[in-house]
């Protein structure tokens, strides 16, 4: 079976007993999410690295154009119902990133931003990133999921180094330099059961 007929299914809800709240995951829909993902491109901590801080009906038809590449899925991230992240979950083999390493067919890759500034420096990054990682290794073929921070972005890196990314090495990116991370599924293993136990 190849990575790309395999697919998670959305929406996706927990209730997370250390954090006291429920998360979760549902796909972007253009009728619903548009205006909301636009505003969040607009603000002063998402612009220095997603470079989307765009027209409407450019970033209408940026976003039409990724919900149409199956390679990827863009999703919303809500905490106790509160639409507050953005994230694309992707298939390294199918994206960009596959050039810059030697990767293994089920190898999945993430971007992230959270919007409102209102959740920023909360903490509340942690258990988001920890649910989505619990989700996509629910692939028992992935044993490992990257991401490529931009290096200017000390706080993301931060985060993803304490939910078990490793650092790797820097990447030249068409938009960016990345700092190349990975995360491999006994890493995170380690590090969910520290959440789970509170010792995180």
């Known amino acids: 079976m190849k990575c790309n007929t395999i697919q998670l299914s959305y929406p996706f809800e927990?209730?997370?007993a250390s954090f006291q709240k429920t998360i979760s995951f549902r796909r972007v829909s253009m009728e619903k999410d548009v205006h909301r993902l636009h505003?969040?491109?607009?603000?002063?901590?998402?612009v220095p690295f997603w470079n989307l801080n765009i027209s409407l009906p450019d970033y209408t038809a940026h976003l039409r154009?990724?919900?149409q590449d199956d390679h990827q899925?863009?999703?919303?991230?809500?905490i106790d119902g509160t639409p507050m992240s953005y994230w694309e979950s992707y298939w390294v083999k199918d994206?960009?990133?596959g050039g810059y390493y030697e990767w293994d067919e089920y190898d999945q890759g993430i971007h992230l931003l959270i919007g409102p500034k209102e959740f920023l420096g909360k903490g509340f990054i942690y258990p988001l990133l920890l649910t989505m990682l619990y989700k996509k290794f629910q692939i028992s073929e992935t044993n490992r999921i990257v991401a490529?921070?931009?290096v200017r972005n000390e706080k993301m890196i931060h985060v993803f180094q304490k939910c078990g990314f490793q650092p790797v090495k820097e990447v030249n990116l068409p938009d960016k330099t990345g700092l190349f991370m990975i995360c491999e599924r006994?890493?995170?293993e380690r590090r969910?059961?520290?959440w789970q136990e509170n010792k995180f």
Request: proline letters at 3%.
């Open 186 to 188: 006994k890493g995170f």
């Open 14 to 16: 927990r209730y997370d």
């Open 192 to 194: 969910w059961t520290d």
């Open 73 to 78: 899925t863009l999703l919303i991230g809500e």
């Open 39 to 46: 505003s969040w491109m607009q603000e002063s901590h998402v």
């Open 65 to 67: 154009k990724f919900l």
């Open 95 to 97: 994206d960009i990133i």
């Open 148 to 150: 490529e921070p931009d």
